[in-house]
């Protein structure tokens, strides 16, 4: 087989290119974010092309990565599995050796490494909504926080909404699936639905579509819900507003981590993912979730308006203990 020189860099831009008419946004996001730290590992080792690879050095990036990145188990293996599929790829278009994917080792979970408990707990999410409410109303960051904690959606389904998406009225929003312009639902039609809305959440929602929400249009012409003056508010975005305000010294100005906050690296705008209490996405979700479900919310309600199926939702959102369950099921007794 004669291999055809490729660097990294382009290799990954032509591995994007081929998947993005196959899989959602938020996975060739994922993929690009993942593969990126292998491409600057590649720089970095002055690997420019690819045909060279070897099983040796995918072994020494997956050390690095482990030692460098302080990756859980479960994080790095996911980094792993995305590498495999990755050189697999090349192998396709002659840019490797042929079975070099199954060189790229990736470790097994067992018991307890496959669940991440990372999430927003309930007392901190009150602390950061009721910050919000009151120096912050109506903005867009208080809408974006508050949408995760409070209908569990995932950060891509929050970017999906358009104006029209909310009723008022009904005190609902519908969540479609629209790849036709772009905005791409994680299960795709499955992941479509109708979530309810509080009074609270429905106040919040019409103050900033009436007041503060830029009077904008996508490149679709669709008026996004959560908007930025250049038009739907990118997902990077969404996560950065979730990033600075799960900061605490935002909140109390104070830092646990005895940090002088004035010098602090994670207070600029684009770096407060580097503040080691600040959390993603997914953390308020899964937050949101374990807390409805630490309310005795049924276990297929959570699972419906979070777009998740029962078996994920117990084994990685339910924290509740045996005993916590069957007291929370004591109340359907009379029912029998």
């Avoid at 495999?84 to 840019?95: Q, T, Y």
């Avoid at 312009?181 to 795709?188: F, G, P, V, Y």
Wanted: charged share 30%; aromatic share 6%; hydrophobic share 30%.
């Amino acid at each position: 087989m004669s291999l055809e020189p490729i660097e990294p860099r382009h290799a990954l831009e032509l591995y994007i290119a081929d998947r993005e008419n196959n899989v959602t946004q938020a996975t060739l996001y994922s993929h690009r974010s993942r593969l990126g730290h292998f491409v600057r590992w590649c720089e970095g080792k002055e690997i420019t092309n690819l045909n060279n690879l070897t099983g040796r050095q995918l072994h020494e990036f997956r050390l690095c990565r482990r030692n460098e990145g302080d990756l859980a188990p479960a994080t790095e293996k996911t980094q792993m599995d995305t590498l495999r599929v990755f050189v697999k790829w090349l192998e396709s278009i002659d840019g490797v050796e042929q079975d070099l994917h199954t060189k790229v080792l990736s470790p097994t979970l067992t018991g307890d490494d496959n669940i991440r408990d990372e999430r927003l707990d309930p007392d901190r999410a009150e602390q950061i909504l009721n910050h919000l409410q009151k120096y912050e109303y109506a903005s867009r960051p208080h809408v974006v926080l508050m949408l995760m904690w409070h209908t569990m959606m995932r950060v891509g389904e929050i970017n999906s909404l358009d104006c029209a998406d909310y009723d008022s009225d009904k005190q609902s929003l519908q969540v479609q699936h629209r790849p036709e312009s772009e905005t791409t639902l994680k299960n795709q039609g499955e992941g479509e639905r109708f979530v309810a809305l509080s009074d609270t959440v429905c106040e919040v929602l019409n103050d900033w579509i009436e007041n503060r929400r830029p009077n904008v249009t996508d490149e679709y012409g669709r008026e996004p819900l959560v908007a930025s003056p250049e038009g739907r508010a990118h997902t990077t975005t969404l996560r950065g507003d979730c990033y600075r305000y799960t900061r605490p010294c935002v909140v109390t100005g104070e830092c646990p981590h005895n940090r002088e906050i004035e010098s602090c690296e994670a207070t600029a705008y684009d770096q407060a993912s580097k503040c080691p209490s600040s959390l993603n996405p997914h953390a308020l979700r899964r937050g949101g979730i374990t807390y409805a479900l630490s309310e005795g919310w049924p276990m297929k309600a959570v699972g419906d308006r979070a777009n998740v199926s029962e078996t994920v939702l117990d084994m990685h959102y339910d924290s509740r203990s045996e005993e916590e369950k069957m007291e929370q099921r004591r109340q359907y007794l009379d029912d029998l």
